[in-house]
């Protein structure tokens, strides 16, 4: 199924405004992951507004854009790999630029990015500069600004995930975002984001401290490095057979009952859940209930967990490269699905305080040693979108009333709702023979 065309599509490579460093950057070990290898794409819809002029808001993006590649001019260079046979990656800074792309949507209006797609890359055209390979010498950022037919507007933003993971993405956008606006003049020329900082030295194994002189990094166990046993083709399934996005919202009072409902199925020690463990651990058994796997198979829950303020030293405000391990809970399809949400929604907390500065310092090792990688047999990844402060990015045509991805696939997104700030938004897309019953599951809240 094609997706609509476009009219009036213009690219635009735009350069730094100023003179930046001429120089090759080295990426960190987790920047240079081999599963990190892909680009961030961000969707951003945002009403129409009355009296708004389109040519006027594209040169004042642009411009935006120009302005923004100083502070973080190696989104404006090429990454490549380094040719020491490390498997580490670089940037090479000579201020060769983004792309910027701007578009006409005669079909789509706002309604439509109120559901799900209607197929995985229904939206691809609302970033239509795709590439496979990140290494090819591609930009690190494409910026698409499509006009849809009634007015508003879809933003599409492409970030090479080598560069920066997405807190440092959604920092890099604010500050865009303010630099088009004159927010930038109220602040008296400063920003409410942090300046930018590189320093990838600082995610180096031996840049973080040992914690327990007894403790070797080595000796800590990483599950989401671990190799399952695939008992029902879980992989070619989910290679195979269609996808359909989904997407479910959890308000506040629903996220409330879900975490009654984990402490009633609980041991007593339990005391407390946040709504991520419990959101988690529902839609990750809701996904596994619906999929009809054998009871013995293994599965994973892997998810992204923000390490600045773990690790030992901590990392300074403004650090946008990667610093994020892989949580990862792990049980059988059977314990997933009969033990109750109480027992799901432990095995993602006692996951997330797993990971202390050892931790990392263990997962920099085996990524820089052995290259692991995530399995991908019986895996759920989900990422947390709905704390990056995606739902601020303002270019002066008010705040996004949509915040999602560009293609809806099978990694599982947490997002933020408009003027709902306790609310998530889940966002995934399952195999066509699964997505009844996963969708059933997901809006029970008594299973």
């Given amino acids: ?36 290898r892909f680009t961030i794409e961000y969707l951003l819809v945002y009403r129409p507004r009355p009296g708004l002029d389109p040519l006027a808001t594209v040169a004042r993006i642009k411009s935006a854009l120009a302005k923004a590649l100083v502070p973080y001019y190696p989104l404006a260079g090429r990454v490549r790999a380094k040719q020491d046979g490390s498997g580490l ?18 079909e789509s209006t706002i309604n439509d990015f109120e559901r799900a797609p209607r197929y995985v890359t229904q939206w691809r055209k609302l970033l239509s ?51 088009s606006t004159s927010r930038h003049n109220e602040l008296g020329g400063g920003h409410s984001v942090p300046k930018p900082v ?57 996220l409330n009952e879900l975490r009654k409902l984990a402490l009633s199925t609980s041991r007593p020690s339990e005391l407390a859940y946040t709504s991520f463990e419990v959101l988690s651990a529902h839609v990750w058994r809701s996904w596994a209930g619906s999929l009809n796997l054998p009871s013995n198979q293994i599965l994973k829950l892997l998810f992204s967990i923000n390490v600045r303020n773990r690790v030992k030293p901590s990392l300074p405000s403004g650090y946008y490269g990667n610093a994020f391990v892989l949580g990862c809970a792990q049980t059988r ?86 003027n709902q700030t306790d609310a998530v938004k889940v966002m995934v897309a399952v195999p066509t023979s699964a997505v009844d019953k996963y969708e059933h599951l997901a809006k029970c809240l008594c299973w």
Avoid at 7 to 34: F, M, N, R
Wanted: charged share 20%.
């Fill in 129 to 179: 500069l795709y590439v496979a390979d990140v290494l090819k010498g591609v930009p690190p950022l494409v910026v698409q600004l499509t006009w849809l037919r009634d007015g508003a507007a879809a933003l599409g933003i492409g970030f090479n995930h080598c560069v920066c993971d997405g807190i440092g993405s959604a920092e890099f956008l604010n500050l865009f975002a303010e630099l």
């Fill in 1 to 36: 199924m094609a997706a609509s065309p476009l009219h009036g599509k213009e690219a635009t490579v735009i350069y730094p405004s100023e003179p930046t460093p001429s120089t090759v950057l080295s990426l960190s070990a987790l920047d240079s992951q081999l599963f990190l």
């Fill in 198 to 254: 590189w320093d990838r030295h600082l995610m180096n194994s031996s840049s973080l401290r040992q914690q327990h002189a007894h403790t070797r990094a080595s000796s800590v166990s990483h599950l989401e490095f671990n190799r399952a046993a695939d008992l029902c083709g879980f992989v070619s399934r989910f290679s195979n057979e269609r996808l359909v996005p989904t997407a479910i919202t959890f308000d506040k009072r629903r």
């Fill in 89 to 106: 990656l670089e940037v090479v800074c000579l201020g060769q630029g983004a792309v910027f792309i701007e578009a006409v949507d005669r």
């Fill in 333 to 418: 399809v059977k314990d997933l699905t009969e033990r109750g949400l109480g027992h799901a929604a432990m095995l993602v907390k006692k996951a997330k305080e797993r990971v202390d500065s050892e931790y990392v310092k263990s997962v920099i090792d085996s990524v820089s040693q052995t290259r692991a990688c995530p399995d991908s047999v019986g895996v759920l990844i989900v990422s947390q979108w709905s704390r990056l402060g995606l739902e601020r990015v303002d270019f002066g045509m008010g705040r996004p009333t949509q915040v999602g991805p560009i293609c809806c696939d099978r990694y599982c997104l947490f997002l933020p709702v408009f």
